[in-house]
């Protein structure tokens, strides 16, 4: 079973925009982590935020985490043509290594 | 530093025959993970080796196993397969505790 649900399925923005997608998860976690997919490929990893952690940034990510409201949010900002690609959450609960994923959300960048 | 890598890149079997997927970590990762991707579905958790144990399993049928050997290289087996078997199957690699993961490419199988 999906720990993690994405919101929304799908996004669609223009060169230079910002994305924003969310992540809501069910039970107590470690850490949460986000993912990218390039057309059915393997999996690269963007970013992980512990549970003590509030907000964290790499490059042009920004990840905040409320554990209160489980969820968190993924934002991408000056987007660009090579950030298309299926964006997912995952979650490490804790006293668990594996991670439980998320359906994804499907960014595509305009040019 | 060579990533997950993972083969073969694509298998197509027929019904009923076994399928044999294997993955090599990266250098000094003990934790091997597999997971399942079916085509609109997000990934379902397979199986997690560690030090050559199965550590945890998914809830998938018993015909889906696999093992880890000494240089933590892994294999997944899929015995008696049915069409909706096919899918890409992803496997990453970590290192034990709070890291992130290292994803092949994955192998898709296609279940004729």
């Known amino acids: 079973s999906q720990q993690g649900e994405e919101d929304p399925q799908a996004l669609s923005i223009q060169e230079g925009e910002n994305a924003t997608m969310n992540c809501s998860y069910k039970?107590?976690?470690?850490?949460l982590q986000w993912y990218r997919q390039n057309s059915g490929r393997g999996l690269v990893h963007l970013i992980l935020i512990r549970s003590n952690e509030r907000e964290k940034h790499s490059g042009r990510l920004r990840v905040t985490l409320d554990t209160s409201k489980k969820s968190s949010s993924l934002l991408i900002t000056a987007s660009r043509a090579a950030d298309t690609a299926s964006y997912f959450c995952?979650?490490?609960?804790?006293?668990?290594?594996?991670?439980?994923f998320g359906a994804g959300t499907t960014v595509t960048v305009r040019a | 530093e060579a990533g997950v890598t993972q083969s073969p890149t694509h298998l197509i079997k027929t019904r009923g025959q076994q399928a044999t997927l294997r993955c090599s970590p990266i250098?000094?990762?003990?934790?091997v993970y597999w997971y399942q991707q079916a085509l609109g579905l997000g990934l379902q958790f397979l199986l997690w080796y560690d030090e050559g144990e199965e550590r945890n399993r998914g809830n998938f049928p018993p015909r889906f196993s696999g093992r880890q050997f000494p240089n933590y290289s892994s294999e997944l087996n899929v015995n008696a397969l049915e069409l909706e078997d096919s899918a890409l199957y992803l496997c990453a690699s970590s290192w034990t505790g709070e890291y992130g993961y290292t994803f092949g490419s994955g192998t898709r199988l296609t279940v004729v």
């Open positions: 995952a979650t490490r609960g804790a006293g668990d290594y594996k991670l439980s």
């Open positions: 250098s000094g990762h003990t934790s």
């Open positions: 039970t107590s976690i470690n850490n």
